[in-house]
């Protein structure tokens, strides 16, 4: 089954302490994509990558880390996480040739930092 | 940059019909994407517009006009199960999407 699957789906950290949700997808997509999502704010980009070792900052990128080592694999990181990146986080990923593809989307990470 | 507005919360009733609205701000525009997202889910793509008119799919329907950066989502014979929020996102030359701010549509019975 084609998925972009994330983990975890729910996270409860401190202020400080690094994490990191995984991404990946078995769609072979050149580009994949994370986002946050707070009310009323939509979704955000926080970066992407439109291939293996290529990264580019999003709208939001500050406090977020980022890498593409392998295609199917895109993993965020936050080194220190402070209490404003409390959010729900979505990996996407789509073909990155076409203007029409679809983003697929991961089922979401809550994040809780405290 | 890129921007966009779509009206935050829409209310109808079962068996209407509901548009929403996204008008939009960029530079190398592309085309225009829907997004649906139920409570608690991933979104899911609906549907996308890189030519001016009327695009149908099922019950639902999107439509673009590029002089006026306007689209619309049109939804058809609502059922509550349509209760959602509806995202617009303009892909731009570069081929990235910016997301809308989401409208929360609810449909009563």
């Known amino acids: 089954e084609a998925q972009v699957t994330q983990n975890p789906r729910y996270l409860i950290t401190v202020t400080g302490k690094k994490l990191t949700v995984t991404c990946s997808q078995n769609m072979n997509h050149e580009y994949m994509s994370w986002y946050r999502q707070d009310p009323g704010l939509g979704l955000r980009q926080i970066y992407y990558s439109m291939n293996v070792e290529v990264t580019d900052k999003g709208d939001v990128p500050e406090g977020y880390k980022v890498s593409r080592k392998e295609k199917r694999n895109f993993p965020l990181i936050l080194e220190s996480p402070s209490p404003n990146q409390t959010s729900l986080y979505f990996c996407?990923?789509?073909?990155?040739?076409?203007?029409?593809?679809?983003?697929?989307f991961g089922n979401g990470t809550r994040l809780t930092v405290t | 940059g890129q921007s966009l507005e779509q009206p935050s919360e829409v209310t109808a009733v079962e068996g209407a019909i509901v548009q929403i609205n996204c008008t939009y701000q960029?530079?190398?525009?592309?085309?225009l994407s829907w997004y649906q997202q139920h409570d608690g889910g991933a979104p899911t793509f609906l549907s996308y517009?890189?030519?001016?008119g009327l695009e149908e799919t099922g019950r639902f329907s999107s439509f673009l006009s590029r002089s006026d950066s306007y689209g619309y989502l049109l939804l058809q014979e609502l059922q509550m199960k349509d209760s959602a929020s509806y995202f617009c996102?303009?892909?731009?030359?570069?081929?990235?999407?910016?997301f809308g701010g989401g409208t929360r549509l609810m449909v009563k019975p």
């Open positions: 996407a990923s789509r073909s990155g040739t076409a203007y029409n593809s679809p983003l697929h």
């Open positions: 517009n890189a030519l001016d």
């Open positions: 996102a303009v892909v731009d030359a570069g081929n990235m999407l910016t």
């Open positions: 960029t530079s190398g525009f592309y085309g």
